[in-house]
């Protein structure tokens, strides 16, 4: 009963969505802190209220607006979140990830996750871009943990692939053509909303982590299950705690997705366009 719920849900809100478009939809991104303006170059938009759709959680997060925006980019249709669910939201990890699964549904098999991030690199700067090659997740929840959904994917899986290198080395290439420089790295995802104690970002860099956040990690696992092509990116918006003095606060972080939003669109409508099957 319980298999069955979850999916009539999903299938309830991929049907909502579907009353809204005559076409299929190639691409799905989602838009982490200070970056949902991206939302704004969609060409002939089409925008619902996550509050409309049904089963859809609530953002809550501040510079998330809550809305899916659908329409072109680069001449190919896509599904936008102006904004995503965080595990400190009081959400679990398999409702963080409803949306993927809807998108799924949707049969979209193309998505693009964005976030903003603390820098543990000394020698980056804060509005780099950085393409995520692999994660840490310490954190004990997992999106598929429970009862396993044989029709959309296996209970065990394979995550070396989880991050497309295809994809990274379109988006690179990309970035070369704008002269825009790009940083790789691995991402680690902690819970918040606390930003991270020096200690803890001492230990994040000895693990080998070059940036660190509160999300996207649980939408790439779902990515990976189901089989998506998956390529992510990190808005460095800030110098981790114990390399920079500065007291961090969420203003700082949206500000500097602001500061980066007219190359990192430049950026992600270059990836579209060239995202080829």
Not at 38 to 57: C, G, H, R, T
Not at 195 to 217: P, Q, R
Request: aromatic share 10%; hydrophobic share 40%; charged share 20%.
């Amino acid at each position: 009963m319980e298999e069955k719920s979850f999916l009539e849900k999903i299938e309830i809100s991929a049907d909502y969505i579907k009353k809204f478009i005559d076409f299929d939809i190639e691409i799905a991104l989602v838009l982490g802190s200070g970056l949902g303006e991206l939302a704004q170059s969609i060409e002939n938009p089409i925008v619902i209220n996550y509050s409309d759709i049904p089963n859809f959680p609530i953002s809550t997060a501040p510079g998330h607006y809550g809305k899916l925006v659908i329409g072109e980019i680069s001449g190919k249709n896509v599904v936008c979140m102006q904004g995503r669910f965080h595990y400190y939201e009081g959400y679990d990890a398999k409702t963080i990830c409803y949306p993927i699964f809807v998108f799924n549904q949707l049969n979209i098999k193309k998505l693009i996750l964005t976030n903003a991030s603390g820098c543990l690199r000394r020698d980056w700067n804060v509005g780099d871009l950085m393409i995520i090659e692999d994660h840490i997740k310490l954190v004990s929840d997992n999106p598929l943990r429970g009862i396993n959904y044989e029709s959309l994917g296996p209970r065990f899986f394979d995550m070396s692939k989880t991050y497309s290198s295809k994809m990274m080395k379109l988006a690179c290439a990309c970035a070369k053509e704008i002269n825009l420089p790009i940083r790789k790295g691995v991402y680690q995802f902690f819970s918040g909303p606390s930003f991270e104690t020096a200690a803890e970002i001492k230990m994040a860099s000895a693990l080998g982590a070059d940036a660190t956040g509160m999300s996207t990690v649980f939408e790439a696992i779902t990515a990976s299950y189901l089989k998506m092509e998956l390529l992510a990116i990190s808005c460095l918006t800030n110098m981790a705690t114990g390399i920079s003095e500065t007291i961090l606060d969420e203003n700082e972080v949206i500000e500097a997705g602001k500061k980066v939003k007219p190359q990192f669109i430049k950026l992600l409508k270059s990836i579209i366009n060239k995202w080829e099957n």
